[in-house]
């Protein structure tokens, strides 16, 4: 049963960069795209990005340049940086996967409340 | 592609049947999926492909389509099913965008 556990720094100041991995269990990293996804506090899901196992990445325009995804397959891990943060940034961070028949997310990890606050 | 969800929440009672809407700004040709979720807990597959039944969800959850108009019915309305839902388009990459959320409260 493949699992998703998600880590990485919660508080921030503003104008630093976001730093999260999401490691991957129990099942294979190749062939799917493994996404990040975000939600504001009250508010809807924004989905940031993804990559897959040969590295090639898409991400959301509207976040222009700022964010980066990576991965290291001999460690079945990915990872989101997200530079320049401002409190519009201050969300829970979810990292998914989106299955491979379907094009649906069928597995997420446990989320990760980021903070920006000077 | 923009996805209008309607109603924005609803109240009903346990057995109810509910239905919400979900309306794409182009076609989707079907990549069209439903997520529940729950305060504190990340989004939970439903349906996907507008109207295949994730695993080991409960039949009662049932999503359809009609052009770019989607529809998810929860037949009989369980406790467990106070949530909010969230439809989502993947057929357009690099750019999957979701509704904005209909809350399913207890009347």
Known sequence: ?118 | IQMTQSPSSLSASVGDSVTITCRASQNTFMYLNWYQQKPGKAPKLLIYGASSLQSGVPSRFSGSASGTDFTLTISSLQPEDFATYYCQQTYSPPMYTFGQGTKVEIQ
Not at chain 1, 1 to 15: D, E, F, R, T
Not at chain 1, 17 to 38: D, K, N, P
Request: charged share 15%; hydrophobic share 35%; glycine share 10%.
């Open chain 1, 1 to 118: 049963q493949v699992q998703l556990q998600q880590w990485g720094a919660g508080l921030l100041k503003p104008s630093e960069t976001l730093s999260l991995t999401c490691a991957v269990y129990g099942g294979s990293f190749s062939g799917h795209l493994w996404s990040w996804i975000r939600q504001p506090p009250g508010k809807g899901l924004e989905w940031i990005g993804e990559i897959n196992d040969s590295r090639t990445t898409n991400y959301n325009p509207s976040l222009k340049s700022r964010p980066t995804i990576s991965v290291d397959t001999s460690k079945k891990q990915f990872s989101l940086k997200l530079t320049s943060v401002t409190a519009a940034d201050t969300a829970v961070y979810y990292c998914a996967r989106l299955m491979a028949y379907g094009n649906a997310f069928d597995i997420w990890g446990q989320g990760t409340m980021v903070t920006v606050s000077s």
